[in-house]
């Protein structure tokens, strides 16, 4: 595991940070209870990254993750680096963001047009937009010169950005690279470090820190939504980090066709692999199919918070297939696009798709068969509901 970070480059002002926003002015965020119904849960394996730096242990980490990366695509992982006052911070801060007024919100609203993410979404935006859309966000891009100044926050997240940097960095640095070295034991390529190489923090890439928010539906708005089962999709990057968040509601697309509930597990973070790291494996590592759908009815009253990190590879990778995995050779694998695509063109393309309606509509109109072209002939699909 790598060190706790310790000072962020970001400075604030004793001003601000001992202000109206400081923690002790701020009530703290508290998790619903867990529901009492009995659901059909994912069996999903558990990874203990205090083994990663013990003799052997990167090799039997890798042995525990072999099946899930390759048919699963989901998994947990606990002891990460960050302390659980860490983490209840950050869902006080997304707790307040999203009480701030629309007002303070609207200045840091993302550009739709440009598929420009890092930002404020409000309700009801993005391609899967109905009249009762119920979901509101706000991502925070790496903290590197290539993103100093672009963007702005509110009030309440300038007066705590150095600690949202450290935690930011820490989940980089001590989840997303051990992660990529793990899954290079497992392709079996000679140079362990050959997909960290891809994702180092400083270079530009579109990682970015999100709070997320799921409001309350009411009945008449869940049906109208169809509770929620026709979401299923993939993420576009490499790994999807994503908090302990009680209110039921990720479900699992499994090789058997079948959809299972994500539980809860306290201590940890759920990992999902996303499309950039299965493009470079031919789709030999799996992007994960999820979705949201109704909670449970005794938690159907409660607001869903989520605390997300999305890492994806330097915006200058080029989505080919590793060549030299002996995985990867023996399985055969093919470049999943027409033409050299890079991670930076990628995104652009599947973001054009998610944040447009419009756009998203006319395409997926133009074959009638439930598939979109994204890109170079790769191509996106309705799932199973």
Do not use: C
């Amino acid at each position: 595991m790598a060190p706790t970070l310790e000072s962020p480059s970001v400075q604030t002002t004793e001003s601000t940070s001992k202000g109206r926003y400081d923690f002790s002015n701020l009530e703290p965020y508290v998790h619903p209870p867990e529901t009492k119904e009995e659901l059909p849960w994912a069996e999903l394996v558990t990874l203990d990254l205090e083994d990663y730096d013990r003799p052997g242990g990167k090799e039997r980490l890798a042995k525990q993750l072999e099946h899930a990366v390759h048919h699963v695509g989901f998994f947990y992982v606990k002891n990460y680096g960050l302390t659980q006052e860490q983490v209840d911070r950050q869902f006080t801060l997304a707790k307040h963001f999203f009480e701030l007024p629309t007002s303070e919100k609207e200045p840091f609203e993302v550009n739709y047009k440009a598929a420009d993410y890092n930002g404020w979404r409000r309700r009801g935006t993005g391609a899967s937009s109905t009249p009762f859309n119920n979901i509101e966000m706000f991502n925070i891009p790496k903290f590197t010169p290539d993103f100093a100044g672009k963007y702005g926050q509110p009030d309440l997240l300038k007066a705590h950005l150095p600690e949202i940097e450290v935690f930011q960095r820490a989940l980089h640095a001590n989840v997303v690279l051990p992660l990529l070295r793990l899954f290079a034991i497992v392709l079996q390529l000679p140079d362990e470090e050959y997909l960290v190489k891809q994702h180092t923090y400083e270079k530009k890439s579109e990682d970015h820190f999100r709070y997320m928010l799921y409001h309350p539906r009411t009945e008449e708005e869940w049906k109208a939504a169809k509770y929620g089962v026709g979401g299923g999709h993939t993420d576009l990057g490499t790994v999807t980090l994503l908090f302990r968040q009680p209110v039921a509601g990720l479900q699992i697309l499994g090789e058997d066709g079948n959809w299972t509930w994500v539980s809860p597990q306290p201590g940890t973070i759920t990992v999902n692999l996303a499309d950039t790291i299965s493009h470079l494996t031919g789709g030999w590592l799996k992007s994960s199919v999820h979705r949201v759908v109704a909670p449970p009815e005794d938690q159907r009253e409660y607001k869903r918070t989520g605390l997300l990190y999305f890492s994806r590879p330097h915006n200058d990778t080029q989505l080919l297939p590793i060549t030299d995995s002996p995985v990867l050779e023996k399985a055969g694998v093919r470049p999943r696009f027409d033409k050299i695509v890079t991670v930076e063109e990628w995104v652009r393309a599947k973001q054009t798709l998610q944040l447009n309606p419009d756009i998203a509509k006319k395409r997926w109109a133009e074959r009638g068969d439930g598939k979109v072209e994204v890109l170079a002939g790769f191509h996106d699909q309705k799932y199973k509901e």
